[in-house]
Nanobody, 124 residues
Framework: QVQLVESGGGLVQAGGSLTLSCAAS????????MGWFRQAPGKEREFAAA????????VYADSVKGRFTISRDNAKNTAYLQMNTLKPEDTAIYYC?????????????????WGQGTQVTVSS
C-alpha cells in the first residue's frame, strides 16, 4: 500500500503561482511513476503531468505545457507540481497518483494509488 497526501492548494488570482506537494508513505516511493490529475466541477478527471520513477523524464497535457512543472524528490518521498501563469480554467481538485508498472507514460488504468485531492481555485 502507498498512502498519498496532497497539500498546497488554495485561492490565487489569475497569473499567479502555486506549488502542490504530494507526500507518499508506505512502499518505496522510487518504485512508482507519479502523476498529477485534475477534476473540474461537472467534468471528468483529466491528466495534467507525470514523472518517471527516477525523475529523469516528464510528460504534460497540452493544456498545462509550458506553465506547469512536475518534479519529485525520492529522498523526501514527495512529488511536486509547480503551477505558473494560472488561469481560471485551471480551477479544479488536483490529485496525485502513483503507478507501479513499467508503461510510460502510464495510462489512467495504470495508476494504483490516489490521494484525496487538494482544491485549486483561480479567480479572474
Amino acid at each position: 500500500q502507498v498512502q498519498l497526501v496532497e497539500s498546497g492548494g488554495g485561492l490565487v488570482q489569475a497569473g499567479g503561482s502555486l506549488t502542490l506537494s504530494c507526500a507518499a508513505s508506505g512502499r518505496t516511493f522510487s518504485y512508482y511513476a507519479m502523476g498529477w490529475f485534475r477534476q473540474a466541477p461537472g467534468k471528468e478527471r483529466e491528466f495534467a503531468a507525470a514523472v518517471t520513477k527516477s525523475g529523469a523524464n516528464t510528460v504534460y497535457a497540452d493544456s498545462v505545457k509550458g506553465r506547469f512543472t512536475i518534479s519529485r524528490d525520492n529522498a523526501k518521498n514527495t512529488a511536486y507540481l509547480q503551477m505558473n501563469t494560472l488561469k481560471p480554467e485551471d480551477t479544479a481538485i488536483y490529485y496525485c497518483a502513483a503507478a507501479y508498472g513499467s508503461d510510460w507514460p502510464p495510462s489512467l488504468q495504470n495508476y494504483d494509488y490516489w490521494g484525496q485531492g487538494t482544491q485549486v481555485t483561480v479567480s479572474s
